[in-house]
């Protein structure tokens, strides 16, 4: 049933239902079955449709500022921008202004509803740069704000919760990043003529909690069933509690993604788009992680720490551990997975040690020796990570490659088992000779694969309300 909007402030769900929203949902998917790669309109014989599209775009926004009023200088730099595309003969789009506009990190409050529209790819989804629709609220749990404000700043990180999206989002994407946005550099206001034109500096990046959540859920509950894995009650309340899981992968997102620019690091290892071996991709992520389990595992011990923040940290280093054994090294493709490599590994090293062990088709981990043993890990990535400062680039690549490889079993042909590597030639040359597949599935994970496929497909264009109404639909079945 459509609802008529109101001038009382709506809820969330109650904006959903609203006819605004839906219009600008149908105007959106009438725009992107229109639009190339670039989120150009090609055709001229398309214009007029794609003119009515956008039009109702802007007329919605309008509508919709009302109840975002936080917002209204981005909703009016959006119409503004889409008016300007119109005008401009529906080429490549520039939201450069809209972009710039919008500022979720300064509203972080929770509950907070933001209405997002952007030409823009989602990771994990569409690599096009096609209109796409969010309806989406913050999440920003009390000891969230608390761990922020004190020890783990992150001034760019937004937590948030779908209500609603168009086809793009309809994936495995979990993220709302600015750097998706169709823009086009810019000299800056103030700054002579022959300057360079330059992009905006990004000032917030959003994670998506309760998708991750609930396909953690989905996926680990799956696994666990199939390895017959005996959990710790708190754990089993992680996987059974959707808003625990959720406020869970906030904390573990906090902390790992501000991870990145932090530590002795090979000079910006990541952020920075240059083409390198995808396995190191993996570890970078990887190193994140298990900064983020160890920071738990301090929580957990500090005496200052509150009863919240000590039962969520201890959470976090069980989300880590089963995201990172059960779901990564099995979703996606094997071309390039870097999370699928990261996961391997700390399975690996995780039974290598002597702490999960795989007996009688039955998986077992000691809980007493895990804090521990993953500390162990992360100190190994961040002693590659302090020695490769003073090395050479392939130097710091062949060194984790070995790294790995002492835990991984490289595939028989990989060019790193001989050293017959270009290293006379240029990095990329290096990195044209990884395998796409350089570290294959052990069998344990070729077996465990082929019975957790289902849950992982499951997962496609998940949400916390959608993975609650299927676990309903099922209880009253």
């Given at each position: 049933?459509?609802?008529?909007?109101?001038?009382?402030a709506?809820?969330?769900?109650?904006?959903?239902e609203?006819?605004?929203?839906?219009?600008?949902?149908?105007?959106?998917?009438r725009?992107q079955?229109?639009?190339?790669?670039?989120?150009?309109v090609?055709?001229?014989?398309?214009?007029?449709?794609?003119r009515?599209?956008?039009?109702?775009?802007?007329?919605?926004?309008?509508?919709?500022?009302?109840?975002?009023?936080?917002?209204?200088?981005?909703?009016?730099?959006?119409?503004?921008?889409?008016?300007?595309?119109?005008?401009?003969?529906?080429?490549?789009?520039?939201?450069?202004?809209?972009?710039?506009?919008?500022?979720?990190?300064?509203?972080?409050?929770?509950?907070?509803?933001?209405?997002?529209?952007?030409?823009?790819?989602?990771?994990?989804?569409?690599?096009?740069?096609?209109?796409?629709?969010?309806?989406?609220?913050?999440?920003?749990?009390?000891?969230v704000?608390?761990?922020?404000?004190?020890?783990?700043?992150?001034?760019?990180?937004?937590?948030?919760?779908?209500?609603?999206?168009?086809?793009?989002?309809?994936?495995?994407?979990?993220?709302?990043?600015?750097?998706?946005?169709?823009?086009k550099p810019?000299?800056?206001?103030?700054?002579?003529?022959?300057?360079?034109?330059?992009?905006?500096?990004?000032?917030?990046?959003?994670?998506?909690?309760?998708?991750?959540?609930?396909?953690?859920?989905?996926?680990?509950?799956?696994?666990?069933?199939?390895?017959?894995l005996?959990?710790p009650?708190?754990?089993?309340?992680?996987l059974?509690?959707?808003?625990l899981?959720?406020e869970?992968?906030?904390?573990?997102d906090?902390?790992?993604d501000?991870?990145?620019m932090?530590?002795?690091?090979?000079?910006?290892?990541?952020?920075?788009?240059q083409?390198?071996?995808?396995?190191?991709?993996?570890?970078?992520?990887?190193?994140?992680?298990?900064?983020?389990?160890?920071e738990?595992?301090t929580?957990?011990?500090?005496?200052?720490?509150?009863?919240?923040?000590?039962?969520?940290?201890?959470?976090?280093?069980?989300?880590?551990?089963?995201?990172?054994?059960?779901?990564?090294?099995?979703?996606?493709?094997?071309?390039?997975?870097?999370?699928?490599?990261?996961?391997?590994?700390?399975?690996?090293?995780?039974?290598?040690k002597?702490?999960?062990?795989?007996?009688?088709?039955?998986l077992a981990?000691?809980w007493?020796?895990?804090?521990?043993?993953?500390?162990?890990?992360?100190?190994?990535?961040?002693?590659?990570?302090?020695a490769?400062?003073?090395?050479?680039?392939?130097?710091?690549?062949?060194?984790a490659?070995?790294?790995?490889?002492?835990?991984?079993s490289?595939?028989?042909?990989?060019?790193?088992?001989?050293?017959?590597?270009?290293?006379?030639?240029a990095?990329?040359?290096?990195?044209?000779?990884?395998?796409?597949?350089?570290?294959?599935?052990?069998?344990?994970?070729?077996a465990?694969?082929?019975?957790?496929?289902?849950?992982?497909?499951?997962?496609?264009?998940i949400?916390?309300?959608?993975?609650?109404?299927?676990?309903?639909?099922?209880?009253?079945?």
């Open positions: 049933m459509v609802s008529p909007i109101s001038t009382k709506l809820s969330a769900r109650q904006l959903r609203s006819q605004p929203w839906i219009t600008l949902k149908d105007s959106c998917h725009l079955g229109l639009q190339a790669a670039d989120g150009s090609p055709q001229a014989r398309d214009h007029k449709a794609a009515a599209a956008i039009h109702d775009i802007t007329e919605s926004l309008r509508e919709l500022a009302a109840h975002v009023p936080h917002d209204r200088a981005y909703l009016e730099a959006c119409i503004a921008d889409c008016e300007a595309w119109v005008q401009s003969g529906l080429g490549v789009p520039d939201f450069y202004d809209s972009l710039v506009a919008f500022h979720p990190e300064k509203t972080r409050i929770d509950g907070t509803l933001h209405v997002v529209v952007f030409p823009m790819y989602t990771q994990n989804g569409s690599n096009q740069r096609l209109c796409e629709a969010l309806l989406c609220e913050t999440m920003w749990p009390d000891f704000a608390g761990l922020e404000a004190g020890a783990y700043g992150n001034a760019l990180f937004v937590p948030v919760r779908f209500i609603d999206f168009t086809a793009g989002y309809d994936t495995n994407s979990a993220v709302l990043f600015p750097e998706s946005v169709a823009i810019r000299v800056p206001q103030g700054a002579p003529a022959d300057a360079p034109a330059v992009l905006p500096a990004f000032t917030w990046g959003g994670i998506f909690a309760d998708r991750e959540a609930a396909r953690f859920r989905c996926v680990v509950d799956a696994g666990v069933e199939i390895t017959k005996e959990l009650a708190a754990a089993r309340e992680l059974d509690n959707q808003t899981a959720e869970t992968f906030v904390m573990w906090l902390i790992h501000r991870t990145h932090r530590g002795d690091l090979p000079f910006d290892p990541f952020m920075i788009k083409r390198m071996p995808f396995y190191l991709y993996g570890l970078e992520e990887l190193r994140c992680d298990l900064t983020a389990f160890r738990a595992v929580l957990v011990g500090d005496k200052k720490s509150s009863a919240s923040v000590k039962k969520h940290a201890q959470l976090v280093q069980y989300a880590v551990v089963f995201d990172r054994i059960f779901r990564f090294p099995l979703s996606g493709s094997r071309v390039r997975n870097y999370d699928s490599v990261a996961g391997q590994l700390l399975f690996a090293w995780l039974h290598q002597g702490v999960l062990h795989w007996r009688d088709t039955t981990i000691d007493e020796q895990l804090p521990a043993t993953v500390v162990a890990l992360s100190d190994r990535i961040n002693d590659l990570y302090w490769s400062i003073d090395r050479p680039k392939i130097v710091h690549w062949i060194a490659h070995d790294l790995i490889s002492e835990v991984l490289p595939h028989p042909g990989s060019r790193f088992l001989s050293k017959d590597l270009p290293v006379m030639g990095p990329s040359d290096i990195t044209d000779a990884v395998l796409d597949d350089e570290f294959p599935l052990s069998m344990f994970y070729e465990l694969g082929a019975k957790l496929a289902p849950a992982i497909a499951s997962t496609k264009g949400t916390g309300e959608t993975h609650l109404e299927k676990e309903t639909a099922k209880i009253v079945a």
